[in-house]
């Protein structure tokens, strides 16, 4: 079973709804026993982060989720909420991946909206994956290229489209927006 992290941000609805279409059960949930004993734990976001870490913290959400020891996948803020120093908002992340999360600088529309390709591939989130494949992004801010990047997009500059540090996997699109490739890619996950 796959526990959906509520804290009432956008898009839980759709991540369960891709997960149903896989035929994998799942549940979204806020209760930290169901989330420490599922199989694995989804942590998506749709929001703005300085109001979704306050309500992460009410539950002790930000400090349970950086020590699950199943595979946990942040989708978008989630993954953002992963990292450290967040400029939306002036907020401090779970420090999960020590990145920073920036503002795209106002050279072009702001918010990456839409299909772009994703390049650099190196995580088994991307198997049997074309190797410029496209996903879909909703996002004004980005994460930092680090060490634990496994994948580059390039909007207004080039920087991580996913992230991965142990048990930690992270993208920046939405795979439950992404089609056939975002589908493959949750199943990549599902099957770690």
């Not at 002036?90 to 999360?101: A, L």
Request: with cysteine; aromatic share 8%.
């Amino acid at each position: 079973m796959i526990a959906i992290i509520k804290y009432n941000g956008g898009n839980v609805n759709s991540v369960q709804n891709a997960l149903d279409r896989l035929n994998v059960s799942s549940v979204i949930t806020d209760d930290p026993e169901i989330i420490i004993n599922a199989d694995k734990v989804i942590f998506p976001g749709v929001g703005e982060a300085s109001s979704t870490m306050k309500l992460l913290q009410e539950k002790g959400l930000d400090i349970l989720i950086p020590k699950l020891k199943q595979p946990v996948l942040g989708i978008c803020l989630g993954m953002q909420l992963m990292c450290g120093k967040n400029e939306e908002g002036n907020t401090q992340g779970m420090g999960i991946f020590d990145i920073s999360v920036k503002k795209f600088p106002a050279r072009d529309l702001v918010p990456h909206m839409g299909w772009n390709t994703v390049s650099d591939q190196r995580s088994p989130l991307f198997s049997e994956i074309e190797p410029e494949g496209t996903m879909y992004f909703v996002h004004s801010y980005y994460c930092e290229l680090s060490d634990h990047t496994t994948s580059v997009c390039d909007y207004i500059l080039p920087f991580s489209a996913s992230l991965q540090r142990d048990n930690f996997y992270a993208v920046q699109f939405h795979p439950e927006k992404s089609g056939k490739t975002g589908k493959q890619i949750l199943n990549n996950f599902i099957q770690l």
